[in-house]
């Protein structure tokens, strides 16, 4: 008889059912967890916090399509582990997050660590169970992996005690489950695609907002044949940049505001009428704005605004659905109308505007000037992580994404805190790929010892620090028996935190060293960082809505 740990049964059937990477720190339960994980052929990541390392799991996710995991301790590693978990069921996110537990017959007994785990994970998780024994863990790994990827993807959660972990059992008794499929792919009522191209026919003034939803489904061929052929303009959420390059012609993104104020129909492809697009509702979209909705959610479907035509599909399916429409009966909105003229008006008068601002050479530096400089430096297919209020806000607009998923930042949740876990993902994921982490000093300062982890997995990821002192805006002096709640230490040097395991850091105060620091630093091969000071009263430029209002 051949003998096999429950650990080994939790790392083989991950492995089987996709999951390719694991994230984590180790301790009592779960080491044996890690150790099978790599045997299996798993890449595993130590990390230095589970916050970090759930997070990373819920980029995977994202970037590949099938749940990347984390792995933490009992009690207060797993309890570090819900703010992924929470993080990927905001975004809609696939991740798995195994949580070590004492051993069973000791529930209730208060032992080392005892906590209500699943109880915990259960508000932001699709599907929290705790395998019965070790003999079963195969069904239940399949299941998480399964529910995190089908229908609207998600955060699952797998609670492993002790006893589970460290059984042995005859490998004979094992029942082992073959890979879940990806998700089959839904296709929309076809009576609503007729009806979807004739709303956009009968518009004034059409606008699409391409989403997250259209990058999760790899829907970037579909979506811009679609805009190809109908000569639509759009606008992208945040993370749904680059789903079609930024740079398109039909791109509208600088005209935003004025766009989602003034459309009086807006085809939503995977995005949310949430906070982020101002819940759809006045005054920053028409009164009688007619919504064209797809997603995969049924439920989504209708929220905050009542949806005129309602597609429940998979979005690469149903976009070639309705370009399949389109071969048959071609339609393309005019190119000479009020709506475009006026958007092409607000977009070249929105360029401008910004101009004088990217082109400031004064010191110290704005955001303006030191994200012109970045943008110009990176090559189209660098993954962006980033962070931070105005980093992260301005950065949106100056940095321009080219191609899907790759952009990565504080999301749905507005999560501060997670661009060092992403951008590690992000290099793992694609190690043919540079990595540009830009964040703001306070979003650095969360996570900022996974610079460790960096180094030591050698990836060359830069994480490009925009320093202001402090969270919104810092001060250039403070009494130290009683700092503001905004101010960090002045001019923090981030730049030698990476250089004790092995990276290199430098530090930017003007112009001129801006542009060959950010050079050298981004051919370095190994982690670095670029720790740039701004003006600390630095701002964005004014705008007619804040993100928090309305
Ligand atoms: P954004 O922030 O870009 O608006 P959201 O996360 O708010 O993106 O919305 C993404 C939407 O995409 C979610 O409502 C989700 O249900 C949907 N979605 C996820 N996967 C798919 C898919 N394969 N096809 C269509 N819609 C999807
Ligand atoms: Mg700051």
């Given at each position: 008889?051949s003998e096999?740990s429950?650990?080994?049964?939790i790392?083989?059937?991950?492995?089987?059912?996709?999951?390719?990477?694991?994230f984590?720190?180790v301790?009592?339960?779960?080491?044996?967890?890690?150790?099978?994980?790599q045997?299996e052929?798993?890449r595993?990541?130590?990390?230095r916090n589970?916050q970090?390392?759930?997070?990373?799991?819920?980029?995977i996710g994202?970037?590949?399509?099938?749940?990347?995991?984390c792995?933490a301790?009992?009690g207060?590693?797993?309890?570090?582990?819900?703010a992924g978990?929470?993080n990927?069921?905001s975004?809609?996110?696939?991740?798995?997050?195994?949580?070590?537990?004492n051993?069973?017959?000791?529930?209730?007994?208060?032992?080392?660590?005892?906590?209500?785990q699943?109880?915990a994970?259960?508000?932001?998780s699709k599907?929290?169970?705790?395998?019965?024994?070790?003999?079963r863990?195969?069904?239940?790994?399949?299941?998480?992996?399964r529910t995190?990827i089908?229908?609207?993807?998600?955060a699952?959660?797998?609670?492993?005690?002790n006893?589970?972990?460290s059984?042995?059992?005859?490998?004979?008794?094992i029942?082992?489950?073959d890979?879940?499929?990806e998700?089959?792919?839904?296709l929309?009522?076809?009576e609503y695609?007729?009806?979807?191209?004739?709303?956009l026919?009968?518009?004034e003034?059409?606008?699409v907002?391409?989403?997250?939803g259209a990058a999760?489904?790899?829907?970037e061929?579909?979506?811009?044949?679609?805009?190809e052929?109908t000569?639509?303009?759009?606008l992208?959420?945040?993370?749904g940049?680059?789903?079609v390059?930024?740079?398109h012609?039909?791109?509208v993104?600088?005209?935003?505001?004025?766009?989602?104020?003034?459309?009086?129909?807006?085809?939503l492809?995977?995005?949310r009428?949430?906070?982020?697009?101002?819940?759809?509702?006045?005054?920053?979209f028409?009164?009688d704005?007619?919504?064209i909705?797809?997603?995969i959610s049924a439920e989504?479907i209708g929220t905050n605004?009542p949806?005129?035509?309602p597609?429940?599909?998979?979005?690469?399916?149903?976009?070639?659905?309705?370009?399949?429409a389109?071969?048959?009966?071609?339609?393309?909105?005019p190119?000479?109308?009020?709506?475009?003229s006026e958007?092409?008006e607000?977009?070249s008068?929105?360029?401008?505007?910004?101009?004088?601002?990217?082109n400031?050479?004064?010191?110290?530096?704005?955001y303006?000037r030191?994200?012109r400089?970045?943008?110009?430096?990176?090559?189209?297919?660098t993954?962006?992580?980033?962070?931070?209020?105005n980093?992260m806000?301005i950065g949106r607009?100056?940095l321009?994404?080219?191609?899907?998923?790759h952009?990565l930042?504080?999301?749905?949740?507005?999560?501060?805190?997670?661009?060092?876990?992403?951008?590690i993902?992000?290099?793992?994921a694609?190690?043919?790929k540079?990595?540009?982490?830009?964040?703001?000093d306070?979003?650095f300062g969360f996570?900022?010892?996974?610079v460790e982890?960096?180094?030591?997995?050698?990836?060359?990821?830069?994480?490009?620090?925009i320093?202001?002192?402090g969270?919104?805006?810092?001060?250039?002096e403070y009494?130290?028996?009683?700092?503001?709640p905004?101010?960090y230490?002045?001019?923090?040097r981030?730049e030698?935190?990476?250089e004790?395991?092995?990276g290199r850091g430098?530090?930017v105060t003007?112009?001129k060293?801006?542009?060959?620091?950010?050079k050298?630093?981004l051919n370095?091969p190994?982690?670095?960082i670029v720790?740039?000071?701004i003006d600390?009263?630095?701002?964005?430029?004014?705008?007619k809505?804040?993100w928090?209002?309305?």
């Amino acid at each position: 008889m051949s003998e096999i740990s429950g650990a080994r049964i939790i790392a083989r059937s991950l492995k089987q059912q996709g999951v390719e990477y694991m994230f984590g720190v180790v301790g009592f339960p779960v080491i044996p967890i890690a150790s099978a994980a790599q045997k299996e052929g798993i890449r595993y990541l130590g990390f230095r916090n589970e916050q970090s390392a759930s997070y990373a799991a819920g980029a995977i996710g994202y970037l590949t399509g099938r749940p990347g995991a984390c792995l933490a301790v009992s009690g207060p590693g797993m309890v570090h582990g819900i703010a992924g978990l929470a993080n990927a069921w905001s975004n809609c996110w696939p991740m798995i997050l195994l949580g070590g537990a004492n051993d069973s017959y000791q529930d209730g007994r208060g032992a080392f660590q005892e906590t209500p785990q699943i109880e915990a994970a259960r508000p932001f998780s699709k599907y929290a169970a705790r395998p019965e024994s070790a003999q079963r863990i195969p069904f239940f790994v399949e299941k998480a992996v399964r529910t995190s990827i089908s229908g609207r993807p998600g955060a699952v959660y797998l609670d492993l005690p002790n006893d589970l972990i460290s059984a042995n059992l005859d490998e004979q008794e094992i029942n082992w489950l073959d890979r879940c499929p990806e998700p089959a792919r839904s296709l929309a009522d076809p009576e609503y695609i007729e009806n979807a191209l004739e709303t956009l026919k009968s518009a004034e003034r059409p606008l699409v907002i391409v989403g997250k939803g259209a990058a999760y489904a790899r829907a970037e061929g579909e979506v811009r044949e679609f805009l190809e052929k109908t000569q639509l303009p759009f606008l992208a959420s945040p993370m749904g940049k680059g789903v079609v390059p930024d740079d398109h012609p039909l791109s509208v993104a600088p005209a935003r505001s004025h766009a989602l104020q003034n459309a009086d129909v807006v085809f939503l492809i995977g995005a949310r009428l949430n906070w982020i697009m101002h819940f759809g509702l006045p005054p920053r979209f028409a009164e009688d704005v007619k919504i064209i909705q797809l997603d995969i959610s049924a439920e989504e479907i209708g929220t905050n605004v009542p949806t005129a035509v309602p597609l429940v599909g998979d979005a690469q399916r149903v976009m070639g659905q309705l370009n399949t429409a389109l071969e048959t009966r071609a339609w393309s909105y005019p190119k000479q109308t009020t709506w475009r003229s006026e958007l092409h008006e607000q977009v070249s008068k929105n360029v401008a505007s910004v101009d004088a601002m990217l082109n400031d050479d004064s010191e110290p530096m704005g955001y303006y000037r030191v994200l012109r400089e970045i943008r110009d430096l990176v090559s189209r297919d660098t993954i962006i992580c980033s962070e931070g209020a105005n980093t992260m806000d301005i950065g949106r607009t100056v940095l321009p994404n080219f191609e899907a998923r790759h952009r990565l930042d504080a999301g749905t949740y507005g999560t501060m805190g997670v661009g060092l876990g992403f951008a590690i993902a992000a290099a793992v994921a694609h190690p043919e790929k540079k990595v540009v982490c830009v964040e703001g000093d306070s979003a650095f300062g969360f996570s900022g010892m996974e610079v460790e982890t960096a180094c030591r997995f050698r990836l060359p990821i830069t994480f490009i620090i925009i320093n202001n002192n402090g969270i919104g805006g810092g001060l250039s002096e403070y009494d130290p028996a009683n700092p503001p709640p905004f101010v960090y230490t002045i001019d923090a040097r981030y730049e030698k935190v990476i250089e004790a395991f092995g990276g290199r850091g430098y530090y930017v105060t003007t112009v001129k060293e801006l542009g060959p620091t950010l050079k050298e630093a981004l051919n370095d091969p190994m982690p670095n960082i670029v720790n740039i000071m701004i003006d600390p009263r630095a701002q964005r430029k004014p705008q007619k809505f804040e993100w928090l209002t309305h």
